[in-house]
C-alpha cells in the first residue's frame, strides 16, 4: 500500500503524470490529508495487516520513522532498520533483479511498477550498488521500500511451485 499526501494532488498528478486519484480509486494508494504521510495513518494500515497475516517484523527505512516504530516495538514487533546505503541494499538488488529476470515477482499494482521503472542502479568505487533516480522528481520509492522488505525475506524464500503456491498462501494467512 502506498500513503500519498493529498494536498496539491491535481499539482502532483500533472507534474509526475501520474494519475494518483485513480490509484487510490482502484485501492493501490492511499490519500492522507494534507503535505505529508500521517505515521497514524500508517500504523492503522499495519495493525490492520496484522489481523491478517503473521507479521513477526517490520523492515524501515531509519528516515523519519522514529515514532512510528516504537509504537510497533511496543506491540512486540522486532524492527529492523534498513540504511540505504550501497553496502547495504547491494545484496538486495541482485536477488531483486534475479528474481525479475526469473520471473518471480508479480504484481497488479501500476504504482509499484512506475517506481521500477524510474530506479537506475548506481555503483559506487568498491563496485556495490544502491537504486538511484532517472530523473529528480521521479518518485522510486514503492521499489525501494520492495528492497528494504526484501532485505530479511530473500534469506528465508522457498521456491515453490505453481501447484504448491496455493497452500503457501493458506499458510501465510490466519
Excluded: W
Excluded at 493501490?28 to 505529508?36: I, L, Q, R, V, Y
Excluded at 490492520?48 to 531509519?62: F, S
Excluded at 511498477?113 to 532517472?134: E, F
Aim: with cysteine; glycine share 4%; aromatic share 10%.
Amino acid at each position: 500500500m502506498y500513503f500519498l499526501p493529498n494536498e496539491n494532488i491535481d499539482f502532483r498528478e500533472k507534474e509526475d503524470n501520474v494519475p494518483y486519484t485513480d490509484m487510490v480509486e482502484r485501492g493501490f494508494a492511499t490519500f492522507c490529508d494534507g503535505k505529508m504521510i500521517d505515521q497514524d495513518q500508517v500504523m492503522e494500515y499495519i495493525l490492520t495487516c496484522m489481523e491478517l497475516y503473521d507479521i513477526q517484523q517490520i523492515n524501515y527505512d531509519p528516515a523519519m520513522s522514529q515514532k512510528l516504530i516504537e509504537k510497533l516495538e511496543n506491540l512486540g514487533l522486532e524492527c529492523i532498520a534498513v540504511n540505504q546505503y550501497p553496502n547495504v541494499m547491494n545484496a538486495m538488488l541482485d536477488d531483486a533483479e534475479r528474481l525479475m529476470y526469473e520471473k518471480r515477482v508479480f504484481t497488479d499494482n501500476p504504482l509499484f511498477v512506475y517506481c521500477a521503472l524510474n530506479v537506475v542502479v548506481v555503483t559506487n568505487i568498491n563496485g556495490m550498488k544502491a537504486p538511484s533516480k532517472r530523473q529528480s522528481k521521479k518518485k522510486i520509492d514503492g521499489f525501494v521500500a520492495f528492497l528494504v522488505a526484501h532485505k530479511e525475506t530473500m534469506m528465508v524464500m522457498d521456491d515453490v511451485s505453481e501447484e504448491g503456491m496455493d497452500a503457501l498462501i493458506d499458510e501465510i494467512y490466519r
